[in-house]
């Protein structure tokens, strides 16, 4: 059996892998766009997938497609949908812009595998891709892509993740540390003081994730070309809409305005940037982790973070606190991807932006990863890290800025003497405080208890 076929298309003949379900313009772009290796997701698959079976059930709805290919069309979408072809999308992220490379891999797929199924012929143009245009289907396809991220993944991952650090908090609600401020020793507080900080950035940044899903999952269906929605049924995306929303039980709607969902990528650009700010809050998280980790001998040992795995190839048992490092990693990436995202929103030239696939791919990863990354920080790293009480216990004790709690007693330029004394004889506050004020011991314990100096106010 010959290892091609010959495919032809409006430019001419060429040639194709024989047991491939895509055909000529799908190759010219493999051929055209030798880039990165970089190709669409499993989750865009998806949602172009249901997005075409969608269409196809619109069409049938309003009598513009024979049933017979519409329900052929519907089978082969859904198989692709559900992951049975993704083999059979090659085309690389970085292609045309409107991402019509990637739209037509999807047609000559879903035609080719509707044919078989249907022993007649399922044209990708006018069958599969009836009522459409690329320029209006590639923004849906982000647009699904990013709603079901959100919705599916990445808000029950940060409800999980928020669900945990608040549970180590109350845990941990009674076991005081040494405070940090510039790095530097400050004030007692709790863990769960501190945590309840983390908690609280987690639920923040879920609130403003949840505020983008209406604007995210309106969808620019309908526009086709330019704008117009030349070719295609009014009541089509409405239909659309309808059937998306059965299948996945997410409320999908149309763009308010068609022009706007097709030259512009507002609502991700927004979405992306409230991603960039989740990355930034648990870059903050992951490097508390690590820098209360760290030793266990010569750094801070506050805390003993579950062992993953060893540390070191040279270095026998040397134990390393992977999951905050990969959250980190997670994090930056993000951000840059959230640099592309906005110079690609920049790109939307009259009625049509030209960096589509770009956003796909950028989205799509930022939602993945940080989804993945919040399960693997809530259960293996703060669900079972330990406190290391007698190593937190030894720094609280000689902490000199506990002298801070007797300023209203006696006075700031006495305590910073008392404090300096302290540290330069590695001695506890308590001891030198006896030694150089006239208050008795009872008292000192008094104002001096760490415990009693989280809950904050004058002494």
């Not at 990165?36 to 619109?58: E, F, M, P, T």
């Not at 020793?185 to 863990?191: I, L, N, S």
């Not at 059965?246 to 609502?267: A, M, P, R, W």
């Amino acid at each position: 059996m010959s290892k091609f076929r010959i495919e032809k298309d409006s430019m001419g003949e060429l040639e194709v892998p024989s047991q491939a379900l895509w055909s000529a313009q799908t190759q010219r772009a493999v051929n055209n766009f030798p880039i990165s290796g970089l190709v669409l997701s499993r989750n865009a698959i998806r949602s172009i997938g249901l997005l075409k079976a969608a269409l196809a059930y619109g069409n049938k709805k309003l009598g513009h497609l024979d049933e017979k290919f519409a329900d052929a069309i519907i089978d082969a979408s859904l198989e692709i949908a559900n992951g049975q072809h993704d083999k059979e999308f090659p085309v690389d992220i970085f292609q045309t812009g409107s991402g019509t490379s990637s739209n037509m891999n999807a047609n000559e797929v879903i035609a080719n595998i509707a044919s078989a199924k249907l022993g007649e012929k399922v044209h990708p143009n006018d069958h599969v891709n009836m009522g459409q245009s690329s320029n209006d289907v590639i923004p849906t396809v982000i647009h699904i892509t990013a709603t079901l991220l959100v919705v599916e993944s990445l808000i029950p991952s940060l409800k999980h993740l928020h669900q945990t650090i608040d549970a180590k908090s109350i845990e941990l609600k009674d076991d005081v540390k040494t405070g940090r401020t510039h790095l530097m020793d400050a004030m007692p507080v709790t863990f769960g003081q501190e945590l309840s900080g983390w908690a609280q950035q987690i639920q923040a940044n879920i609130n403003r994730i949840e505020e983008s899903i209406p604007r995210i999952s309106a969808i620019a269906l309908g526009g086709t070309a330019v704008g117009t929605g030349i070719n295609a049924d009014p009541k089509l995306t409405n239909y659309v809409n309808e059937w998306l929303s059965g299948q996945t039980q997410i409320k999908f709607t149309q763009s308010e305005n068609l022009f706007e969902g097709l030259s512009s990528v507002d609502s991700i650009v927004e979405l992306s940037g409230k991603f960039k700010n989740l990355a930034v809050s648990l870059m903050k998280i992951a490097n508390d982790l690590r820098w209360m980790n760290s030793g266990p001998l010569a750094g801070l040992g506050e805390i003993e973070l579950p062992a993953l795995q060893p540390g070191s190839s040279i270095m026998p048992g040397k134990v390393n606190p992977v999951i905050p490092e990969a959250t980190a990693m997670v994090s930056a990436q993000v951000i840059g991807n959230d640099a592309a995202i906005t110079i690609a929103g920049q790109s939307g030239n009259f009625q049509l932006n030209v960096m589509l696939p770009l956003v796909l791919h950028n989205i799509d990863e930022s939602a993945l990863i940080l989804s993945n990354v919040s399960m693997a920080l809530a259960d293996k790293a703060i669900a079972g890290f330990k406190v290391n009480t007698e190593s937190i216990n030894k720094a609280l004790n000689k902490n000199p800025i506990l002298v801070t709690a007797l300023n209203a007693v006696i006075g700031y330029d006495k305590g910073a003497q008392i404090a300096k004394k302290a540290y330069q004889e590695k001695r506890p506050i308590l001891e030198v405080a006896l030694e150089e004020t006239e208050l008795e011991e009872r008292e000192l314990i008094k104002l001096l208890d760490p415990m009693k100096l989280t809950k904050g106010g004058i002494s």
